[in-house]
């Protein structure tokens, strides 16, 4: 019983999981860098959220959507500005601007809102639901319900609009996309926009049950980097499947192994499946 | 009087990629000493049977034997420590090195630093380009890309050389000059060739045997003017000639 | 290729001059103050660059993780230290080893990952050990940190030293013995293999080149003196946390920089590369850290983009730039 309520909590946690790694598999899909800052429009996104509650009492479910918002005219101009520069350039070079990148965003974050961490409170905080002898947390379902919603506008987007079918063909075939016409860097300042957009969206709706702070980055990185590992780096269905499993995986490893193990966990399989199957679990070529 | 033993050979190499039988159950002997042309049209899978036969692609089925060895279990670099090597079709130097730096790094796998430099020079002058010896390789023209890679490949002391399509865009001269060096390296070093090559004059001159592959299958085998008047072979390069 | 008779002269003298002014430095500062300390330093973050351009340099495998290995140095050495009274001069050696053959184990599942994929598993695994070593209280004392027990005396046999500058030395000494390790590295068939495999994979095999068993070996070797580096620093230094040790920002990525900075694949690269940053984070951490918290890390950042953006290749590439339009 206690398993099956670990994988229930693990589903919840995992489906937050997805839509923050949505963002980071799409970038990489369709520009081909790994933005090593992205963990750090979570921690932006929950800053935001953060102070639409504070300042305006906002709930941060709602919160989240202005996360999106600011996350998103952030990203366009960093792609403009910053990414375009270096998509010509050496590997070192791309690396170490997203690097630089993380570490400009920590500390502003640190500089302007201190090292304090920050929580919410919402009338709902302390809620839960039971269900044959199941517990869920109110604010898990919630954020839960969120990233459905989230998925389904991406998937939207990705299916139905010509944004979308522009982006999936660029990431299958760059060439040919040029060849018909599609501007690539157009496709890549909304692409860079939106992924980092998402993650920030991640960012608002996790902030119910968890803190802020400028180190929240660190925490996330390496979760959302096995998630898309986990699901093959491109590949937004397998960002989902990936962080629905990773959610399981916590969730279910918190209640075998002591805590120091959990992580070795995750990072097994994180290095396991980039070692064994680089293209993810899913399989699917790469971009 | 020369006294033919079998050096690779390859029995029923098939290799699929997907849907895709770009190696068909393929049979092919190779002797001492011989040099033996490849031929096809694009796309047939010559180059695709090299990689299998070197181990950088694994076949589907069948196997290959050196010196009446299985290599099943034997990577790249292994096989090239027993002396089966390949060139690359498009030339693999390696581009932030000099040329003469490139050549060293095959003989340091046979022998230590000091002999290894003196040897790399050695190969390099049998080639003809000790004097570009310290020109970056990314400079080089094609061919003398592909001579360099030649003489790294000897460095390797070598018994059979895969060379392909190592004539691609030359001139009547230095198409000529390669022809004779390859013909004076079997003679003089005891090599055995097979050649993947475009240029029908040059196949047609160098080689005492031609094997013929079409859609991954072999088409035809035998010395060049039974192969030039094999109407399977001139149906498959109608349109291809070059 | 510029060789004349000036410079086969002033080569040697140069260097005999600059290693007189080097072994003559300790002597002219105060022997417990600031600037023995940055100089130590110096050599130290030069030890660790060149350890780093091993892999960097020379197979050009970006790692963000090398810090793993500089923690587990230090944390073996210093855990042997405690529990067993083992002279921190075996525990270098055992930190030399348990990162060694760390490096071994981490290089199999990475193999063939290149570029980004490398650099995100690299940075993951560095990062795991961190959260271990947070969590794993009993062994590493957890967040609040490890000590190297203080002896009073002090003394050779304990690494321990009243003046700054036995350990000047020492740093020193191990920035010799890590520059000499690369040099010997890139002059002989393990360089040309590594550079071979960089440019070209398939053609390294095929003139019967091991690429895993080469990938590997220089793995061992980069992980093994970054290892050392970690033991030599805490002695050092004390203390040191696992948010330190393990640190992204600050050992990770700021080794990495200081070779790419330095020039990547040069020998004199680390040591350039350390002279450059190191003052300048000095200079940034006394006159903005008094403004508050995060402001010098900040500009840090800044920085780098910046260096970035203007000449994507490095220093090296940007002064190459500026003395060709000098006309030198």
């Known amino acids: ?287 | 009087m020369q006294l033919t033993t079998e050096i690779l050979s390859a029995k029923s190499l098939t290799r699929r990629f997907g849907g895709l039988t770009v190696v068909n159950e393929l049979d092919i002997s190779i002797n001492k000493g011989e040099i033996v042309g490849l031929i096809g049209p694009n796309g047939a899978g010559k180059t695709t049977l090299f990689n299998l036969l070197v181990g950088l692609i694994k076949p589907s089925s069948g196997d290959v034997y050196f010196e009446g060895k299985s290599l099943r279990n034997y990577a790249t670099h292994e096989r090239s420590k027993m002396g089966l090597v390949k060139t690359f079709q498009n030339v693999a130097l390696f581009s932030d090195m000099s040329v003469i730096e490139n050549v060293l790094t095959g003989a340091l796998q046979k022998m230590p630093l000091k002999k290894a430099k003196d040897f790399a020079y050695e190969n390099l002058e049998k080639v003809g380009l000790a004097h570009i010896a310290l020109k970056n390789a990314a400079d080089l023209t094609f061919p003398e890309k592909a001579l360099v890679e030649l003489a790294r490949t000897l460095c390797t002391c070598p018994k059979l050389i895969l060379l392909d399509e190592v004539m691609a865009a030359l001139n009547e001269s230095e198409m000529d000059h390669i022809l004779d060096l390859i013909q004076r390296l079997r003679n003089a070093e005891a090599l055995t060739f097979v050649v993947i090559e475009h240029h029908m004059r040059a196949i047609m001159n160098l080689c005492e045997r031609i094997v013929v592959i079409n859609f991954g299958k072999k088409i035809a085998e035998g010395n060049p003017s039974f192969i030039s008047q094999h109407p399977e072979v001139i149906a498959a390069y109608l349109g291809n000639e070059s | 290729m510029k060789s004349n008779n000036l410079n086969t002269y002033a080569k040697p003298s140069v260097i005999l001059l600059a290693s007189v002014l080097v072994c003559l430095a300790p002597f002219c500062v105060s022997d417990q103050g600031y600037a023995i300390r940055v100089f130590t330093l110096l050599f130290l973050f030069a030890s660790m660059a060149q350890s780093w351009n091993i892999v960097g340099g020379l197979a050009n495998q970006i790692s963000l993780g090398h810090a793993a290995f500089f923690g587990l140095g230090a944390y073996t050495s210093t855990l042997l230290l405690i529990h067993f009274a083992l002279s921190p001069w075996l525990g270098f050696l055992a930190g030399m080893s348990v990162a060694g053959l760390t490096g071994a184990l981490l290089s199999l599942p990475t193999m063939r990952l290149r570029g980004h994929y490398f650099a995100l598993a690299t940075l993951a695994f560095a990062e795991v050990l961190r959260s271990i070593a947070n969590t794993w209280s009993s062994l590493t004392g957890g967040p609040v940190g490890l000590s190297v027990p203080f002896s009073a005396e002090g003394g050779l046999a304990l690494m321990q030293f009243k003046s700054g500058v036995p350990f000047y030395f020492i740093m020193l000494a191990m920035f010799i013995l890590s520059t000499f390790i690369y040099k010997q590295i890139s002059q002989r068939k393990i360089g040309y293999e590594l550079r071979a495999l960089k440019a070209n994979p398939a053609s390294a095999q095929a003139i019967g080149i091991n690429v895993t068993k080469t990938k590997i070996l220089a793995s061992i070797i980069s992980a093994s003196l970054m290892g050392g580096c970690g033991v030599l620093f805490v002695q050092f230094n004390f203390f040191f946390d696992p948010d330190s040790i393990f640190s992204l920002v600050s050992i990770s990525i700021r080794v990495a920089l200081i070779c790419i900075i330095g020039g990547i694949g040069t020998v004199w690269g680390p040591l350039i590369g350390a002279c450059f940053l190191l003052p300048l984070e000095e200079v940034f951490n006394s006159t903005l850290s008094a403004k508050g918290a995060g402001i010098s890390q900040l500009a840090y950042g800044l920085i780098l983009i910046a260096i970035i953006l203007v000449e994507p290749r490095g220093l090296q590439a940007l002064f190459g730039r500026i003395s060709k339009k000098l006309g030198i």
């Open chain 1, 1 to 287: 019983m206690a398993l099956i309520q670990a994988i229930l909590d693990g589903l919840m946690l995992g489906g937050v999981y997805s839509v923050i790694s949505i963002g980071l598999t799409l970038v990489f899909g369709v520009i081909s860098i790994v933005n090593f800052a992205q963990a750090q429009f979570l921690m932006i996104g929950m800053y935001v959220a953060y102070y639409a509650w504070a300042v305006f009492g906002i709930d941060p479910i709602f919160g989240a959507l202005l996360s999106f918002a600011v996350a998103f005219v952030i990203g366009y101009l960093t792609q403009q500005f910053l990414i375009s520069k270096v998509l010509k350039a050496p590997e070192v070079a791309q690396i170490f601007l997203t690097v630089g990148l993380l570490i400009v965003l920590d500390n502003l974050a640190l500089i302007l809102f201190g090292s304090e961490f920050k929580s919410v409170q919402t009338p709902y905080q302390n809620e839960s639901i039971e269900f044959g002898g199941l517990i869920v947390s109110a604010p898990y379902a919630i954020s839960f319900c969120a990233s459905v919603v989230a998925g389904l506008g991406v998937w939207w987007l990705l299916a139905r609009t010509w944004w979308g079918r522009t982006v999936r063909a660029t990431s299958q075939d760059r060439m040919a996309a040029q060849l018909i016409g599609v501007n690539p860097e157009k496709i890549y300042r909304i692409t860079f926009a939106l992924g980092v957009a998402l993650t920030a969206f991640g960012g608002g709706i996790i902030l119910p049950y968890l803190t802020a702070s400028p180190s929240v980055g660190e925490q996330f990185g390496v979760l959302m980097f096995t998630v898309v590992v986990l699901g093959g780096l491109g590949n937004v269905m397998g960002a989902v499947i990936g962080g629905l499993a990773v959610g399981v995986i916590q969730s279910v490893s918190s209640l075998f192994l002591p805590i120091q193990l959990q992580n070795l966990t995750l990072f097994c399989v994180f290095i396991l499946t980039l070692a064994l199957k680089p293209e993810g679990l899913i399989g699917r070529r790469t971009g």
